[in-house]
């Protein structure tokens, strides 16, 4: 017997998962950056070349300035080259060493490489330990497949020849940062204003944490959520003025925690006791901004951050315009429970997935929906977006009061029909409401073997016409949907008995006709002993 089940958190994540990689052509960066505002990483990029260079060549102390092709060239020397004869001597040979698996012919290892070389520079210039590896896995198969590298990029920390997954970011930084957790500096401490002030120049994003002494639960706990994160630098200080320098929303204290963004709500403070959940709980709380512009770059970061309820507003820009300042407002009453995403929708890589799994995917207006990853539950907000009705909408979705939304084709007409179509909005009257037997036929536009299904209904609604106890009826599973109709595999065909809608039949789809009605037949001759045996 066969049972209609919600739909399981894992088959929406998938869902969810290929409709954005059917649209977001993963990108990590165009283009590299190597300056900030005060072109400090292209000085110590510099630096490091020259002395480089210095040691190949004593007799070249001056040169004409290096461009930013030659830099990134130049970078890329840092970064071992792996190759059949070196690779156990390397890994077996360093205690840490992270590797780069690629192909010349992927376009994110392309994308990936020079941040690759600039975080290695990074690296080097702290002083890190970390060997930083990269190898062509198509020019040397069978080492790639020994490292267990079987995609690209590729990115795998050994530890005494022992692998592990690379779990951070895709920016230099964020490179730099995992790698320094991992490698046994998981916080940066800092004992001077110029140790500050050049800190605040490299780091726009940081938790700063200010104890009396760097011992004791507290500060275990500050030190375990710093190893625990992969994304956000930790720093720590024992002088209230270098915290004030930090922070400078920082009030007297011994004990402090504060986390430091570039947004409008820049500075955070940590009221919690000290505890390493608590302190995790914080920084998921707090990390994105009230209302984060989804971006690829950010994509996975906001598609992993499933801890609260998403509430996204697809629309054209002149529309953010209108409504972001108000809705700061209204993000920050729902901070600690909703996650609020501006999606631009000209944007088909970023908007579509999302608007398809509503049937939205022409909309030309505003769209303001929800994903509840805990229920596996989405949601559409039905009126015009502003900011009283988003706030609503938000109001709902935390008391329940907002109904799951189901895609539904319009209503069709059926009449004289042989085969009735049935959409979400009809789904309750003509399967689970109505007295006959049906036989539902759910199918795709892309299912393959759909339409030999489709032509078996045919021919069996033809023989079987007349009978008032049975249906036949089919529905379009990639446009509509229904709370008790939850299907993953087609074409499928479901008997629901008019004794029992709640507990569907599955007939085989590979069956012949022949053998599709001896099973009609079967069900129904408790009913009707008049049924005919034979087509």
């Not at 990590?28 to 060549?57: F, H, M």
Request: net charge negative.
């Amino acid at each position: 017997m066969y049972t209609p089940k919600p739909i399981s958190r894992f088959i929406f994540f998938s869902l969810l998962l290929l409709l954005l990689l059917n649209f977001l052509t993963p990108s990590i960066s165009s283009e590299l950056d190597l300056t900030d505002e005060d072109g400090d990483d292209v000085e110590g990029l510099e630096e490091l070349i020259a002395l480089d260079e210095q040691e190949e060549n004593p007799q070249v102390a001056h040169h004409e300035k290096p461009t930013e092709a030659e830099f990134v060239s130049k970078a890329q020397r840092i970064v071992l080259e792996l190759n059949n004869d070196n690779t156990k001597r390397a890994i077996d040979g360093n205690e840490y060493v992270l590797v780069l698996g690629y192909a010349p012919w992927c376009v994110r290892s392309a994308e990936l490489m020079p941040k690759f070389a600039e975080a290695a520079t990074a690296l080097k210039e702290l002083g890190s330990s970390l060997l930083m590896a990269k190898i062509d896995a198509e020019r040397y198969p069978k080492v790639a497949s020994t490292l267990e590298i079987k995609g690209f990029p590729t990115l795998l920390l050994f530890v005494n020849g022992t692998s592990q997954p690379y779990t951070g970011g895709f920016s230099a930084e964020e490179l730099v940062i995992w790698a320094r957790k991992k490698t046994g500096v998981p916080i940066i401490r800092i004992s001077s204003d110029a140790e500050a002030s050049h800190f605040l120049k490299k780091h726009s994003m940081f938790v700063v944490g200010l104890f009396e002494k760097f011992e004791g639960p507290d500060y275990d706990a500050f030190r375990k959520a710093a190893e625990m994160d992969n994304e956000i630098q930790f720093v720590e200080t024992s002088n209230a003025e270098i915290a004030k320098h930090l922070f400078p929303d920082f009030k007297s204290a011994s004990l402090f925690l504060g986390l430091v963004k570039s947004e409008p709500e820049k500075y955070t403070e940590y009221e919690g006791t000290f505890s390493t959940d608590g302190i995790l709980q914080f920084l998921d709380d707090n990390k994105f901004p009230l209302i984060t512009a989804l971006t690829e770059l950010n994509a996975a970061r906001v598609y992993s951050s499933t801890s609260k309820l998403q509430v996204l507003i697809i629309a054209e820009p002149d529309d953010f315009k209108k409504l972001v300042e108000p809705l700061q407002n209204v993000a920050r009453k729902f901070k600690s429970k909703i996650m609020f995403i501006l999606v631009d929708i000209r944007e088909d890589n970023l908007a579509k997935p999302f608007l398809t799994m509503f049937g939205l995917e022409e909309s030309q207006d505003a769209v303001v929906v929800s994903f509840n990853y805990s229920s596996s539950l989405k949601y559409l907000l039905e009126s015009d977006a502003t900011p009283a009705s988003i706030e609503d909408f938000c109001s709902g979705l935390l008391n329940g009061t907002v109904s799951p939304y189901y895609k539904s084709q319009p209503i069709p007409d059926n009449k004289n029909m042989s085969i009735l179509t049935v959409v979400g909005k009809t789904f309750d009257e003509l399967i689970l409401n109505s007295p006959a037997n049906i036989l539902l036929e759910i199918h795709t536009p892309w299912c393959i073997t759909c339409e030999t299904t489709s032509k078996q209904m045919e021919k069996l609604a033809k023989h079987f016409k007349g009978l008032d106890n049975l249906i036949f009826a089919r529905i379009d599973a990639s446009l509509n949907e229904h709370p008790k109709l939850q299907v993953d595999d087609y074409p499928t065909l479901l008997f629901y008995s008019a004794d029992d809608k709640t507990n569907p039949i599955p007939f085989p789809t590979k069956s012949s006709v022949k053998n599709l009605a001896t099973l009609i037949n079967k069900n129904l001759k408790a009913q009707d002993p008049e049924i005919r045996d034979e087509l």
